[in-house]
């Protein structure tokens, strides 16, 4: 039996760095990163960079976007998946709840167009984003006692880019 995926330790809450291993050989990685709620949002940039390093990307493998905010990541990942040079797309941004309900406008349009595009790409599209009623939760999500969804993020779309090798080469049959 071949087990495809193992994201038991992704699944920590604790602030810990998660575990992983080398991306695949000669894989490239691009993230999208909101401006828009910088002081979190560079706090999972530099985590989701980070992250890829710890698995031996080259920083020549690493293309970064900044989006003015966390409702333009979709355009620019489709633009990015569609391209061809990239094996994930990992998309960073924080939407904090105000006194309306714009956030979950944002939150719902922005998941089903990320999901959207890994789906018609097969480049998978990953959803780091924040969704929290205040910035004391952000923070707590960027680094703080809930780790970083950046970091997160980043190994999911690692983990996604061996998934589709091994599929690619029909390993699983």
Request: proline share 3%.
């Amino acid at each position: 039996m071949h087990a495809l995926t193992n994201s038991a330790a992704r699944m920590s809450k604790s602030a810990a760095p998660t575990a992983v291993g080398p991306a695949p050989s000669g894989s490239c990685f691009a993230i999208v990163c909101a401006k828009w709620n910088s002081e979190i949002t560079d706090r999972l940039l530099a985590a989701a960079v980070e992250t890829l390093k710890r698995a031996e990307v080259g920083e020549d493998r690493i293309t970064v976007v900044r989006v003015p905010g966390t409702f333009e990541l979709p355009v620019a990942a489709s633009r990015l998946a569609s391209s061809g040079r990239f094996d994930a797309v990992i998309c960073l941004g924080v939407v904090i709840k105000g006194d309306t309900d714009h956030d979950r406008y944002i939150n719902a349009s922005v998941a089903h167009a990320l999901q959207t595009i890994g789906c018609e790409t097969g480049v998978p599209t990953l959803f780091g984003v924040l969704t929290v009623n205040d910035f004391e939760q952000a923070a707590e999500r960027a680094g703080g006692r809930h780790g970083n969804k950046g970091e997160e993020a980043a190994a999911a779309a690692i983990e996604m880019a061996q998934v589709l090798r091994t599929l690619a080469k029909k390993e699983w049959l």
